[in-house]
C-alpha cells in the first residue's frame, strides 16, 4: 500500500513539473457542470422566453363573444400590454397596437404605461441575469463564478418585484374609457363583462416560478472535488 501511495505522488510530482508548476500548486479536480448550476440556466432561459411571449401577447384582457341565432350580440375583443384585438365585420380577428409603433403616449390608461415600462424593464434584467447565468456554465470554480452567480441571483431577485408591481399595477387600467367601452361597468379590479385571458394568467406563472431562481443561483457554483486519500477510507 505504502509502495502504491509512493508511486502515485510520484505520477502527480511529474504531472506537476511537465505543466511547470510547484509541487504545492498542483490543480484540483473539479466538476465541468453542475445540476443545479445547469438547471438553473435552463429555467432562467424558459422563464426569460414565457416573460418575453407574455409580454407582447394581446391576451390580458378578454371578452369572448356571444351568439343568438345568426347574429352577434356581443363583440369579441382583447387587451394586452401594447396590443388590443377585435374581430372585423369580415369575421376575421385582427390586432393593432394601441395608437401605432412608437406611440407609447397613446396606451390609454397611466396605469397600462406604467405596467409596461415595469414589465418590459424586469424581462430585460432577467434576459441578462439569464446570459450570466449562461456565461457561469464556462467560467472555472472560484470566486469569479461566485460572484457572477451572485450578481445573476440579485438581478432575478429585482426582476421578480419590477414584474409583479407591473402585474398589480395593470389592472388599475381597467377603469379607463377604452375599457369600458367594450366592457361595461368596469373598474379597478373588476373587468365587469371581460374576464382574464391567458396572456395575463402566464405572466403571474412566470414570476412565481421566477421567485426560486435566486435560491438556485446561491447553489450554482461548480465545487472542487479534492480527492479523499486513500488511509482515511482505510
Known amino acids: 500500500m505504502h509502495s502504491l501511495l509512493g508511486r502515485q ?9 511537465a505543466l511547470g508548476l510547484p509541487p504545492g500548486l498542483l490543480p484540483h479536480a473539479a466538476t465541468m457542470f453542475s445540476c443545479v448550476g ?9 422563464l426569460v422566453a414565457v416573460c418575453s ?3 407582447i401577447s394581446p391576451a390580458w384582457i378578454v371578452k369572448d363573444q356571444l351568439r343568438t341565432g345568426q347574429h352577434h ?10 396590443w388590443h384585438c377585435s374581430e372585423s365585420l369580415d369575421h376575421m380577428y385582427r390586432c393593432y397596437t394601441f395608437g401605432g409603433l412608437g406611440r407609447f403616449a397613446e396606451i390609454p390608461s397611466s396605469s397600462w404605461q406604467t405596467s409596461a415600462v415595469l414589465c ?7 434576459a441578462v441575469s439569464s446570459l450570466l447565468a449562461i456565461i457561469t456554465i464556462f467560467l472555472p470554480s472560484g470566486g469569479c463564478e461566485r460572484r457572477v452567480c451572485t450578481l445573476a441571483g440579485y438581478m432575478q431577485m429585482a426582476a421578480v418585484f419590477i414584474m409583479a408591481t407591473g402585474l398589480l399595477v395593470y389592472p ?47 447553489y ?7 480527492p479523499t486519500p486513500l488511509p482515511t477510507l482505510l
Not at 445547469?38 to 424558459?46: E, K, M, Q, Y
Open 73 to 82: 350580440n356581443k363583440d369579441s375583443v382583447s387587451f394586452g400590454l401594447l
Open 220 to 226: 450554482a457554483p461548480k465545487e472542487q472535488l479534492s
Open 53 to 55: 411571449f407574455s409580454f
Open 9 to 17: 505522488k510520484k505520477e502527480e510530482a511529474g504531472f506537476g513539473i
Open 120 to 126: 418590459s424593464g424586469g424581462c430585460a434584467l432577467l
Open 172 to 218: 388599475f387600467g381597467l377603469n379607463s374609457a377604452l375599457v369600458r367601452s367594450f366592457c361595461g361597468d368596469s373598474d379597478i379590479y373588476y373587468a365587469g363583462e371581460c374576464q382574464i385571458g391567458w396572456g395575463y394568467m402566464l405572466a403571474i406563472v412566470g414570476v412565481m416560478l421566477t421567485v426560486f431562481l435566486p435560491f438556485f443561483a446561491k
Open 38 to 46: 445547469c438547471f438553473w440556466v435552463l429555467l432562467s432561459s424558459a
